[in-house]
């Protein structure tokens, strides 16, 4: 079993509509949490930290639930600029970044 | 600051041959990475220093793969021989704090025919 599973989707969604992806994470000694975005043939890139109490940022919403461990990713307003590939990343008691295998999202006009 | 900076962006090679990926960090990030991605397995850590030393090596597939940082400023990965299985996006990335804060490059795609 993986560390961190995701989804792999594709969420195909249409402008402006609200979408949420989730991530489960099976060490429980895992310390932080994080979302990365990558697009098509490209590096990834930190989006945002997810805290317990929740934090947003802007049209982006994290949450972390501990007792069930997993992680959300809500994202309300969908722009064609959204599109991309969203990975679930854990930080273990080493102090490494253990990377889910990503949600795909596709936002059409 | 340019970010880090990976050469080649390409690579296509033979089996057998040998092939080195190139890694210049974020001056001042004392941390730095190399990752793999596959379709299969996402992104997998290979090996991590701090201040030029290597601490975990754990994810390196096999001893035809090592990894050098001879200075703060510059980094390899070499693969010797390659084999089809490498074929991959080689990322490397850099942080001043172990965890947080990555900043990755470009990647490497290498392909080995």
């Known amino acids: 079993r993986k560390e961190v599973e995701q989804d792999p989707g594709p969420f195909n969604v249409p402008e402006g509509a609200t979408v949420a992806f989730n991530c489960t994470y099976s060490?429980?000694?895992?310390?932080?949490f994080f979302w990365y975005r990558q697009d098509c043939r490209k590096e990834p890139k930190l989006l945002m930290s997810?805290?317990?109490s929740g934090n947003e940022d802007g049209r982006f919403t994290a949450q972390l639930n501990r007792a069930s461990q997993y992680i959300s990713l809500l994202i309300r307003d969908s722009k064609l600029s959204d599109s991309a590939t969203y990975l679930c990343?854990?930080?273990?008691?080493?102090?490494?970044?253990?990377f889910g295998s990503g949600t795909r999202l596709l936002v059409r006009p | 600051d340019a970010g880090v900076i990976q050469s080649p962006r390409h690579e296509v090679t033979e089996m057998g041959q040998e092939v080195t990926l190139r890694c210049k960090p974020i001056?001042?990030?004392?941390?730095l990475f190399w990752y793999r991605q596959t379709m299969m397995r996402g992104l997998e850590l290979l090996i991590y220093?701090?201040?030029?030393?290597?601490?975990?090596d754990s994810g390196m597939p096999e001893d035809r793969f090592s990894a050098k940082m001879p200075n703060a400023s510059f980094s390899t990965l070499k693969i010797q021989p390659s084999e089809p299985r490498d074929s991959a996006v080689y990322f490397c990335?850099?942080?001043?704090?172990?965890?947080?804060?990555?900043?990755f490059g470009s990647g490497t795609r290498l392909t080995v025919v």
């Open positions: 990335a850099s942080s001043l704090k172990l965890g947080y804060g990555y900043t």
């Open positions: 060490n429980s000694a895992s310390q932080s």
């Open positions: 997810v805290y317990s």
């Open positions: 990343v854990s930080l273990d008691s080493s102090y490494k970044l253990i």
């Open positions: 001056s001042g990030h004392d941390y």
């Open positions: 220093f701090n201040n030029n030393v290597p601490i975990d």
